[in-house]
């Protein structure tokens, strides 16, 4: 991929990321944000990272968004997410991306096949599939493969928001 391009699919996904995430505007007064982080992986390493992650960062509101180029007809990139909810860490299907509302069925399918009970949920005007295990670093991974289409060579950009 060029590395202007990256730069820009960079740049937009952490503007995506921003706003898409509706944990942190709600937790606001509770947490204090640490930081925010970004770089890019090769899907086959995507649970090692998010293990990595949760294991420095388990306080609610932190969250690992593994960002694909793919983009919609809205011109937003489809992404998997994990982040840490109530004490529960989860994975996140966030409808601010045409390709994610577009795939939510298969989210669902590959959620229910893992074991995995999916709820709704919307906070900030922002509606999301979640379902909450601990195996989410794992099934991060299987929703990058089989329902957005990326195979294991290929690189996603990675996005960390932490709490102090």
Do not use: W
Not at 27 to 43: A, D, F, L, M, Y
Not at 142 to 161: F, K, N, P, Q, T
């Amino acid at each position: 991929m060029d590395p202007i391009i990256f730069v820009l699919v960079a740049l937009v996904a952490l503007l995506a990321v921003v706003v898409a995430v509706p944990f942190i505007a709600l937790e606001r007064k509770r947490i204090r944000s640490g930081g925010s982080s970004s770089s890019s992986t090769k899907v086959s390493d995507v649970p090692a990272i998010a293990v990595e992650f949760l294991s420095r960062n388990p306080k609610d509101g932190s969250f690992i968004v593994f960002l694909t180029d793919e983009c919609g007809k809205d011109g937003a990139a489809s992404f998997t997410q994990i982040s840490v909810e109530g004490g529960q860490i989860g994975v996140d299907h966030v409808f601010t991306a045409d390709l994610n509302r577009r795939s939510s069925a298969k989210f669902e399918a590959l959620m229910s096949e893992s074991g995995v009970i999916v709820r709704h949920h919307s906070q900030n005007d922002v509606d999301y599939l979640r379902g909450q295990t601990e195996n989410a670093p794992a099934l991060a991974r299987e929703i990058l493969r089989s329902v957005l289409g990326y195979a294991d060579d290929r690189s996603v950009s990675v996005i960390e928001e932490f709490v102090e």
